[in-house]
C-alpha cells in the first residue's frame, strides 16, 4: 500500500467546513483512498472512499487530485462531535486486504 | 441490530496471566481482524482470518493466539509472553473477496495488566 502523510492535528470552528489533507504521492493506478476516523477510546469509523472521481455521502465528501497524488476530506458543517482522529488511508486490497493506519491528523472542532 | 461487539470493554490482569479478549459478529463477514493500539499510535495488525479455520500471523503477533472456529467468532488471547500487553484492542471485519470492501469496527478492549 502506499504511503500516506497527513499532519499532525488542525483546528476547525464549529459549524465551518473542516477540510483535512492527504499527501499520496506514490499511489498506483488500482489504489483506492479511505478515509477513517476515530473518536477518543472508540473504535474506527469508516467514513468514505474513492479511486480517481470525487465522492460525496451523507458524512463528507472527498476530493481526489487529478493525478490522484492527494486528496482532501471536507465535513461540510464540523460539529463538536466530529472531533476526533482522522485517518487517510490507501489499498489495492491485494493479500487480505488489511489495512494501515498510520497516526493520521487530530481535528479539534471548537465553539 | 447488525455489528460488532466486542467484551469486556475494560480489562484488568496481573502479569503473567493468559486473558482471552472476545469478538463476535452477526454481519456475516468471512475476514475478520485483530488490531492493537498503543497511546497516540496508528493501528498496528496483530492476526487476521479470511474464512472459518484459517488464519494469518500481522505485524505483532509475537504473544498472540487466535482461533476462528466459527464464521462469527474470533477471540484473541494475550499469553504470558507478550511483554507489554496493555493496550486497546479493536476487532474488525469485512464481507470479504476481491474489490474494494469496507472494514468495520468494534468498540474495542482496553486492557490493561498489572
Known amino acids: 500500500d502506499a504511503k500516506t502523510t497527513q499532519p499532525t492535528s488542525m483546528d476547525c470552528a464549529e459549524g465551518r467546513a473542516a477540510n483535512l489533507p492527504c499527501n499520496h504521492s506514490?499511489?498506483?493506478?488500482?489504489?483506492?483512498v479511505y478515509w477513517y476516523r476515530q473518536i477518543h477510546s472508540q473504535g474506527p469509523q469508516y467514513i468514505i472512499h474513492g479511486l480517481k472521481n470525487n465522492e460525496t455521502n451523507e458524512m463528507a465528501s472527498l476530493i481526489i487530485t487529478e493525478d490522484r497524488k492527494s486528496s482532501t476530506l471536507i465535513l461540510p458543517h464540523a460539529t463538536l462531535r466530529d472531533t476526533a482522529v482522522y485517518y487517510c488511508i490507501a489499498t489495492d486490497f491485494s493479500g487480505y486486504s488489511t489495512l494501515t493506519f498510520g497516526k493520521g491528523t487530530m481535528l479539534l472542532v471548537s465553539p | 441490530d447488525g455489528g460488532i461487539t466486542q467484551s469486556p470493554k475494560y480489562l484488568f490482569r496481573k502479569e503473567g496471566q493468559n486473558v482471552t479478549l472476545s469478538c463476535e459478529q452477526n454481519l456475516n463477514h468471512d475476514a475478520m481482524y485483530w488490531y492493537r493500539q498503543d497511546p497516540g499510535q496508528g493501528l498496528r495488525l496483530i492476526y487476521y482470518s479470511q474464512i472459518v479455520n484459517d488464519f494469518q500471523k500481522g505485524d505483532i503477533a509475537e504473544g498472540y493466539s487466535v482461533s476462528r472456529e466459527k464464521k462469527e467468532s474470533f477471540p484473541l488471547t494475550v499469553t504470558s509472553a507478550q511483554k507489554n500487553p496493555t493496550a486497546f484492542y479493536l476487532c474488525a471485519s469485512r464481507s470479504g473477496g476481491p474489490g474494494p470492501d469496507t472494514q468495520y469496527f468494534g468498540p474495542g478492549t482496553r486492557l490493561t495488566v498489572l
Open positions: 506514490t499511489i498506483s493506478g488500482n489504489e483506492y
